[in-house]
């Protein structure tokens, strides 16, 4: 499980306060390709079902499904869009016995 705690949301159009709200998605390796997904309940992006997602990896391997965030490192990133890397981890706050 993937958490994400957005400082903004886009909201009809403009950059809104997330209001403290997070989003969890699940990690999915399929084909070597590494992606998240999301249910329909805690959705940070559009559900699209893992199903509809290996469905058109299948149908063209070239390709990228639209609004499938995949895993990518902050060079790939960087390059490809111009833009500084904006994701961090930050290691959760597990206490052990």
Do not use: C, W
Not at 2 to 7: A, G, L, N, S, V
Not at 66 to 86: D, G, I, R, S, W
């Amino acid at each position: 499980m993937i958490t994400f705690k957005p400082e903004s949301v886009l909201r009809g159009g403009e950059m809104v306060s997330a209001e403290n709200r997070t989003y969890e998605g699940t990690e999915q390796t399929y084909k070597n390709k590494v992606f998240i997904t999301f249910d329909k309940e805690n959705a940070a992006e559009i559900v699209i079902p893992l199903a509809d997602i290996t469905h058109e990896l299948d149908s063209d391997p070239r390709s990228v499904p639209l609004y499938v965030l995949f895993k990518t490192n902050a060079q790939v990133f960087e390059n490809e869009t111009k833009q500084t890397y904006p994701f961090r981890y930050i290691k959760p706050n597990v206490k052990t016995k």
